[in-house]
Each structure stands twice: as C-alpha cells, then as structure tokens.
C-alpha cells in the first residue's frame, strides 16, 4: 500500500533492455527496387532503369560481403531496371521506325 496521499505506483515496464539488432537494409537495394518500379511505371528505363540496374548490382556486392541485408530487394530493382530499359529502347525503336516509315 502507497503512502497516504501518494498514487499507486504503475505496471513494471514492458521486455528488458534493448536488444542490438543486427545489419540493417542496404539502401542502395532499398534505391534500386523503387528506381526500377519507377522505370516501369513512368516508361523512364533510361533515367531511372539503368540506375537501378547500377545501384541493384552494387547492392548485390555488399550484401553478398555480409555488410547488410536486403538481397531481394536488390535482385528485384536489378530484374525491374532491365524490365524498364527494354521497354523504354523498344518504345525508342517503334518511335524511330514509325519516323522513318512516315518520312
């Protein structure tokens, strides 16, 4: 029973100590999964898509030393940024095919 006048005291806090957790997530995989979604989405494969591929096979490199995770994130901004670029060159190459076609 508290002292007269004083409020009960509270529940103990909630786990202990905290815990150190261990490598986080590699930005660049983090950067090249969304540059590659970007790549697809806004047809920027040449802005956006090879600067995925860049950033996913970087990504790749540090994670397989052990630095962080992320590995499917940086295989998926690879795979996303190759989507992107093909379909930005072949959307080039219609647009110079019709040119020449209309010339």
Do not use: D
């Not at 009960?8 to 100590?17: I, K």
């Not at 150190?20 to 790549?39: D, E, F, Q, R």
Request: charged share 5%; net charge neutral.
């Amino acid at each position: 029973m508290p002292p007269s006048g004083m409020p009960p005291a509270g529940p103990p806090p909630y786990g202990g100590p905290p815990v150190a957790s261990g490598p986080g997530t590699n930005g660049k995989a983090i950067a090249s999964l969304i540059l590659g979604i970007v790549s697809i989405v806004l047809c920027l494969g040449y802005f956006a898509g090879i600067p995925a591929i860049i950033l996913g096979r970087m990504a790749k490199g540090e994670i397989a030393q052990g630095n962080s995770t992320g590995e499917g994130l940086a295989q998926g901004g690879f795979i996303t940024g190759i989507i992107g670029t093909v379909i930005s060159a072949l959307i080039t190459l219609i647009w110079i095919v019709a040119l020449v076609a209309s010339a």
